[in-house]
C-alpha cells in the first residue's frame, strides 16, 4: 500500500486524539467510572475487525479466532453500553421527580 | 454509489456520534442522552461493516455476538457497583483480546500481502492487545483477590523486565522485516503476554487506580493499531478516544498520588512502599464508641464526610447516606469530599455514594472542599487512610510526601471509622489517628454508622419527630 495512505491514517489518529483529549479533560471526577465504562464500550469497536475476519472466506483457524474476538467485543459493546447506563441512571436519580 | 463509499460515510456519523456521546459526559444532566449517541453509532458500525463485500457468511459472526451479547449483559446486570474496578479491568482483557486475535488472523492470512507499515501497525497492535489481556486479567486477580493484592517482587526483576520487553521489541522488528516466519510472530506473542502479567505483578492494590486507567490507554492504543493493520478509520479513531481517555486518567491519578507520568509510563510503580518499620513505636490515641460519635455530632454544625476503600469494602455507602440525611434534617450542613484516588479505580466512591441514593451535588472534589475543612466542626473519615495522612504535607520521609491530601486533620475533630489500628494497605502509619483532635471509633464501618444513626435519632427528639 502506498504511503499517502498511511499517512491520512496518521493524520485521522492525531485528529482523533486531540479531539478526545479536549472532549475527555471536560469530564467531572464525578463521571469519571462511567467515563471509563463508557469509553471501553466506544474503544469495543473493534468488533468491526472482528467481523471483517469471522465474515472472511478464509481458513478455519482464522475464523475460529475472528469469531471469539466477535464474542469478546461485543461483550464489551453490551456490557459497556449497559453497565454505563445503569451508573448514569443512578447519578440521574435527582431530575427524576423535577422532570415533567 | 459504491458501497465502499457508503460504508466510509456510515462510519463517518459514527465516528461523529461517538465523539458527541463522549461530549455529553461533561455533565450529568447530558450523559445519558449522550450515550444513546453512541450506541446508535456502534448499531450504524456494526451494520457498516456487515455491508464490507469482504463479509461472505455470517454465521459465525451471529455465533460470537450472541454469545458476547449474553456474557456483557450478564456481567451489566449483575455486577454489584463495589466490584466495579474488577469488572472494568475485566473488560479491558475482553477488548485487548479482541484486538490481539484479529491480529494474528489477519497475519496468517494476509502477512505475504502487508506492507511494512501495515506491518509494524500489526506487530504493535498484536503487542499492546496481547500484554494489556494479560496485565488486565492480573489487574482483575488483585482486584477480586484471586492474585495476592501485595506488589509481588523479586530480585532483578526491573531487569528481567526491561530485557523482557527489548526482546519483545527486537522480535516485532524482525517480523516486519521477515514477515514469513511464524515462529518470531508467536513467540513474540508469547513474551508479551508474559510481560502483561510481569507488568502488573509488582503493582500494589492500592496503586490499581492508576494501572486500571493505564491499561484503559493501552487498550484503546491496541484499537487503533488494528484501524492502521487494516487501513480501517472508524477504528483508528474510536481507539484514538479510549487512548486519550486514559492517558488523562492516568495524569489525573497520577498527579493525585504524587507520581511522574514517566514513572506510570514504564510501569515501574508501587514499590516505593516499604514503610511500616516506623509504626513500632506504641503512640497513644483515643477511641470512642458510637454513642460518644454521635454526642460529638449532635453539637456539630459543619460535617464533612471522607469515604475510602473502606467504605466499599464494608458497603457502608447506604448506611453514610442515612447518618447524612439524619444530619441534614437536624440542620447541619452535611457534604462528601471525594478524594481522586479514594477506592480502586477514578470515580469509585461517587458511583458507590450516587448507588446509595446521594444527591451528586453533595459530592465535592479535593480541589473544591480542602479549603472548607478549616471552618468543619467534624470529619468523619470512612475507611481512608492515606488520602488523609498529613504526613504527606509535613514529613519528607514519608513514602508518601508530597501526595495531595484531603485536610481532614484541620477540622475541629476528626472521627475516623476503621476496623482496627492496623496500618493501611500501603503499610504507612498514618498520624492523623494520633492527633489531638482524632478520635477513632473501631468496627465495621456500616455497623457503626447504623449504631450511630440510632443513638443520633435518640438524642436528637427532632430528628425523632421527623422519622
Known amino acids: 500500500m502506498d504511503a499517502t495512505i498511511q499517512v491520512m491514517e496518521l493524520y485521522v489518529f492525531v485528529l482523533a486524539a486531540v479531539v478526545g483529549y479536549h472532549i475527555i479533560h471536560r469530564v467531572p471526577p464525578l463521571l469519571h467510572t462511567p467515563l471509563m465504562s463508557a469509553t471501553n464500550a466506544v474503544s469495543a469497536i473493534s468488533v468491526v475487525g472482528a467481523i471483517l475476519v469471522a465474515g472472511a472466506d478464509a481458513s478455519w483457524i482464522a475464523t475460529l479466532l475472528g469469531t471469539v474476538a466477535v464474542a469478546a467485543a461485543m461483550t464489551n459493546v453490551v456490557g459497556g453500553f449497559l453497565i454505563t447506563e445503569r451508573m448514569l441512571k443512578m447519578f440521574g436519580r435527582r431530575d427524576k421527580g423535577a422532570a415533567p | 454509489m459504491s458501497p465502499r463509499t457508503l460504508i466510509g460515510l456510515i462510519y463517518l456519523v459514527a465516528a461523529l456520534l461517538f465523539i458527541f456521546g463522549l461530549k455529553g459526559l461533561a455533565s450529568p444532566r447530558t450523559a445519558r442522552r449522550g450515550m444513546h449517541l453512541a450506541e446508535v453509532g456502534m448499531v450504524l458500525a456494526i451494520a457498516g461493516t456487515l455491508l464490507n463485500h469482504d463479509v461472505v457468511r455470517l454465521e459465525w459472526i451471529l455465533v460470537g455476538a450472541v454469545v458476547g451479547s449474553l456474557v456483557g449483559a450478564g456481567i451489566a446486570a449483575w455486577t454489584p ?155 483508528i479513531i474510536a481507539g484514538a478516544l479510549d487512548g486519550a481517555s486514559g492517558l488523562i486518567l492516568s495524569i489525573i491519578m497520577c498527579k493525585a498520588m504524587n507520581r511522574s507520568i514517566t514513572n506510570v509510563l514504564f510501569g515501574a510503580f508501587g514499590k516505593a512502599v516499604v514503610g511500616g518499620e516506623k509504626a513500632a513505636v506504641e503512640r497513644s490515641y483515643k477511641s470512642a464508641t458510637p454513642e460518644d460519635a454521635a454526642a460529638l455530632l449532635e453539637h456539630a454544625a459543619r460535617v464533612i464526610v471522607v469515604p475510602g476503600y473502606g467504605m466499599a469494602v464494608s458497603q457502608a455507602q447506604h448506611a453514610v447516606k442515612k447518618l447524612v440525611e439524619l444530619l441534614q434534617r437536624l440542620g447541619v450542613d452535611a457534604r462528601f469530599a471525594i478524594h481522586p484516588v479514594a477506592g480502586r479505580m477514578p470515580g469509585h466512591m461517587n458511583v458507590l455514594l450516587a448507588e446509595a441514593g446521594v444527591d451528586y451535588d453533595q459530592l465535592f472534589d479535593m480541589d473544591h472542599i480542602n479549603d472548607d475543612f478549616e471552618r468543619t466542626d467534624v470529619a468523619i473519615v470512612i475507611g481512608a487512610n492515606d488520602v488523609v495522612n498529613p504526613a504527606a504535607n509535613r514529613d519528607p520521609a514519608s513514602p508518601i510526601y508530597g501526595m495531595p491530601i484531603l485536610n481532614a486533620d484541620k477540622a475541629k475533630s476528626v472521627m475516623i471509622l476503621k476496623r482496627s489500628m492496623s496500618p493501611g494497605f500501603a503499610g504507612i502509619d498514618n498520624e492523623l489517628f494520633y492527633a489531638p483532635n482524632a478520635t477513632m471509633v473501631f468496627g465495621d464501618a456500616a455497623k457503626t454508622l447504623e449504631a450511630i444513626v440510632q443513638e443520633l435519632k435518640e438524642l436528637a427528639p427532632v430528628a425523632r419527630a421527623v422519622a
Open chain 2, 81 to 235: 457497583m463495589t466490584a466495579m474496578p474488577q469488572r472494568t479491568a475485566l473488560s479491558h482483557a475482553f477488548g485487548a483480546l479482541a484486538a490481539a486475535l484479529v491480529g494474528v488472523a489477519h497475519y496468517l492470512e494476509h502477512r505475504a500481502l502487508l506492507s511494512t507499515a501495515e506491518l509494524a501497525a500489526l506487530g504493535f497492535e498484536v503487542m499492546f492487545g496481547s500484554l494489556t489481556f494479560t496485565g488486565s486479567l492480573v489487574a482483575f486477580g488483585k482486584l477480586q483477590g484471586l492474585v495476592p493484592g501485595r506488589p509481588v517482587t523479586f530480585k532483578g526483576q526491573n531487569i528481567f523486565n526491561v530485557a523482557l520487553f527489548a526482546a519483545i521489541v527486537g522480535l516485532a522488528v524482525y517480523v516486519v522485516v521477515e514477515p514469513s516466519l511464524p515462529t518470531a510472530f508467536f513467540v513474540m506473542v508469547g513474551l508479551a503476554t508474559l510481560f502483561g502479567v510481569m507488568l502488573v505483578l509488582p503493582i500494589g492494590a492500592a496503586d490499581m487506580p492508576v494501572v486500571i486507567a493505564l491499561l484503559n490507554a493501552y487498550a484503546g492504543l491496541a484499537a487503533s493499531a488494528t484501524g492502521f493493520a487494516l487501513g480501517n478509520d472508524i477504528l
